[in-house]
């Protein structure tokens, strides 16, 4: 085979400089970007919230009680826009039982007994850039202060997500309770819901949005009739979120937005989830904003809402645990 003259070679060892620099500037760009995306960038203010609140009778029995069942370390930067690297944070799995006369509640169900398994069962980045505390799951604790499952009405899900499902299967027999288009992305969510999906013998109670206007949120459904427990549609980081509103005899008002905003700042500081995280997170992060500045309104408007991400564990601090 001839040898190939340096003149012939010029012009590939031209080529392979130009592709070689084409792909240093586009990594450079990439860069810039994603340090970009991170920065502060407020959403635009939203109309302020004329309207008062909603009635609520809630009964003397109920009461609220939290569950934690493990943690995640992560920093502020992941969370929100304009959160510091620097500012570590620890994102919770804490699980709330609702004690109420007419049926008792749990809002979501952290780490369960298997967690070990369901991390596994996680796209391979994601168990690469995470490590995980467990504590005790809720259904240990709950037999730890004597309270049988049984008494359960259900197991009130804000989305379907592997750390707010793990422990569904420790509660045989407990309905899980989901609006239908959750019910349908059980099945649609591919490794998202895949933890749900393959827990064996899920009882499911679809619930509608019948009730009319809740606090600028167009449908609810209100599961006692005395207004202390609300759900309203808040699509997009799942296409069946919902935030939860409970209201308790002492007055106090609590909106359980679950992953709507990983920390509190995202809905107080209008700031949306990096892109990088918002892409790999959020279904729909178009729905994911409108439902984060209609929370931002209500928190300005009523400074006295308690806002309670999923993962936040200063929304968790006034509630008692559950004693043996």
């Not at 085979?1 to 070689?20: C, E, K, T, V, Y």
């Not at 239908?180 to 992305?185: N, P």
């Not at 059980?186 to 949005?209: C, I, K, N």
């Not at 990088?276 to 959020?282: E, G, I, V, Y």
């Amino acid at each position: 085979m001839p040898a190939i003259s340096d003149d012939a070679a010029q012009p590939r060892r031209r080529w392979r400089r130009r592709l070689g620099g084409l792909f240093g500037l586009s990594l450079v760009v990439l860069v810039v970007l994603l340090s970009l995306s991170f920065r502060a960038a407020p959403l635009p203010s939203p109309p302020p919230f004329s309207a008062g609140l909603p009635n609520a009778l809630p009964p003397a029995g109920m009461a609220l009680f939290q569950l934690p069942t493990g943690s995640i370390v992560r920093n502020a930067a992941v969370a929100y826009r304009g959160g510091s690297f620097r500012d570590r944070r620890e994102f919770v799995m804490t699980v709330v039982l609702v004690k109420h006369p007419k049926g008792d509640l749990l809002i979501d169900t952290g780490f369960g007994r298997e967690v070990e398994a369901h991390f596994r069962a996680m796209p391979w980045l994601f168990r690469a850039v995470t490590s995980y505390q467990k504590q005790t799951a809720a259904a240990d604790q709950l037999t730890a202060a004597h309270f049988d499952p049984s008494r359960l009405r259900g197991i009130l899900l804000t989305h379907v997500h592997w750390d707010h499902v793990s422990g569904v299967q420790d509660f045989p027999g407990v309905a899980v309770l989901l609006p239908t288009e959750e019910r349908r992305f059980v099945a649609t969510g591919g490794t998202l819901s895949a933890v749900l999906r393959d827990t064996p013998d899920v009882r499911y109670e679809e619930y509608a949005f019948e009730h009319g206007p809740y606090l600028g949120f167009a449908r609810s459904h209100d599961f006692f009739g005395d207004g202390s427990v609300v759900a309203v549609p808040a699509p997009g980081h799942t296409p069946g979120s919902v935030v939860i509103f409970v209201t308790t005899p002492d007055g106090k008002r609590r909106a359980f937005v679950g992953d709507l905003a990983w920390q509190r700042e995202g809905i107080t500081e209008r700031e949306e989830r990096p892109w990088l995280t918002r892409s790999m997170a959020d279904h729909d992060p178009e729905r994911v904003k409108t439902s984060l500045l209609r929370m931002s309104a209500l928190a300005q408007a009523f400074p006295e809402l308690v806002l309670v991400p999923a993962h936040d564990a200063r929304g968790f601090a006034d509630l008692p645990p559950l004693a043996p």
